[in-house]
């Protein structure tokens, strides 16, 4: 301003110092837009720390849940496996080597009840006579249908119960569904 010679330099000068004063507003309305946005993405960063961590001790938990489980079913796993092999032992080997053969062939089913004069596997019926042997042999038999070793349950009497609850204190009554 003080170099300014003329009143057209000066007003050249006061026109120019206006425009930069109006891009400096600019800027600092800018900046402080800026400033807004940045305050609320640093709330949303916040908050979605926040859901990280709920998330992760969430997962953390239902982690130890599941290899809790898992101890436990390989546990249990263990021990039917223990019990089988002392079952698989007191078998004899011919009933044992057909059962593995009808199971591995049955997709793991090797022994079906008979319910009302048929297969519960197969759902065929059974020839009445071997029905009747069904529940009287003393040997294993196989269904003529599907191949499966057959067991029949008598259904359990309800006088018998009591007796039954008295020679074995740990037996307990058998609701008979069918
Ligand atoms: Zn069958």
Do not use: W
């Not at 009143?7 to 050249?12: F, H, L, R, S």
């Not at 709330?43 to 130890?64: D, I, P, Y």
């Not at 006579?129 to 269904?143: A, M, Y």
Request: negative net charge; proline residues 2%; hydrophobic residues 40%.
């Amino acid at each position: 301003m003080l170099q300014a010679k003329t009143n057209e330099q000066y007003a050249a000068f006061a026109h120019e110092i206006e425009f930069c004063e109006k891009d400096i507003r600019k800027a600092e309305d800018r900046i402080l837009d800026r400033m807004a946005e940045s305050e609320t993405l640093e709330q949303n960063v916040k908050a979605a720390e926040a859901a990280l961590g709920q998330e992760k001790q969430q997962v953390e938990s239902e982690q130890r849940a599941a290899r809790q489980r898992t101890a436990e079913d390989q546990q249990r796993m263990q021990l039917l496996r223990a019990e089988r092999e002392k079952v698989a032992a007191g078998m004899s080997a011919q009933i044992l080597s057909a059962y593995e053969r009808i199971r591995r062939a049955r997709k793991g089913v090797a022994v079906a009840e008979a319910v009302d004069g048929g297969c519960s596997a197969c759902h065929m019926a059974l020839r009445l006579q071997f029905f009747q042997e069904l529940r009287i042999s003393e040997h294993v038999l196989f269904c003529e249908s599907c191949g499966r070793i057959m067991y029949f349950n008598p259904p359990v009497e309800v006088g018998d119960l009591g007796s039954a609850l008295h020679s074995n204190p740990e037996a307990q009554p058998v609701e008979d569904t069918r």
